[in-house]
């Protein structure tokens, strides 16, 4: 069963950073997508940051310049480094992966991570 666990968040004051760790799990052959969603209270589920296995990435417009996805291929990890945070930032943010195969067999499903909270405030 393909599990993902989010690591790092946690209080930090505006202007700094923090980073979040995601490690997949589950007898994986290989991952095409991975990234980072977050939700707000009162706003809807966003889309923070998403890397293919090939290297394309997209960030929403407003952590561009201040938020960096990377990852780990062979380790199937996925990490959100955040600079710069802003009060808005604060959020649950849940790992995301997509496209994933498994002993030899693809699965085009959506895998969600159970959320690690950040939040950034005096």
């Known amino acids: 069963q393909v599990q993902l666990v989010e690591s790092g968040g946690g209080l930090v004051q505006p202007g700094g950073s923090l980073r979040l760790s995601c490690a997949a799990s589950?007898?994986?052959?290989?991952?095409?997508?991975m990234g980072w969603y977050r939700h707000a209270p009162g706003r809807e589920r966003e889309l923070v940051a998403i890397?293919?296995?090939?290297?394309?990435?997209n960030y929403a417009d407003s952590v561009k310049g201040r938020f960096t996805i990377s990852r780990d291929i062979a380790r199937n990890t996925v990490v959100l480094q955040m600079s710069s945070l802003k009060p808005e930032d604060t959020a649950v943010y849940y790992c995301?992966?997509?496209?994933?195969?498994?002993?030899?067999?693809?699965?085009?499903?959506?895998?969600w991570g159970k959320g690690t909270l950040v939040t950034v405030s005096l």
């Open positions: 890397m293919t296995r090939v290297g394309p990435t």
């Open positions: 995301y992966a997509n496209g994933l195969a498994t002993q030899g067999v693809f699965h085009n499903t959506e895998y």
């Open positions: 589950g007898n994986i052959d290989s991952i095409n997508v």
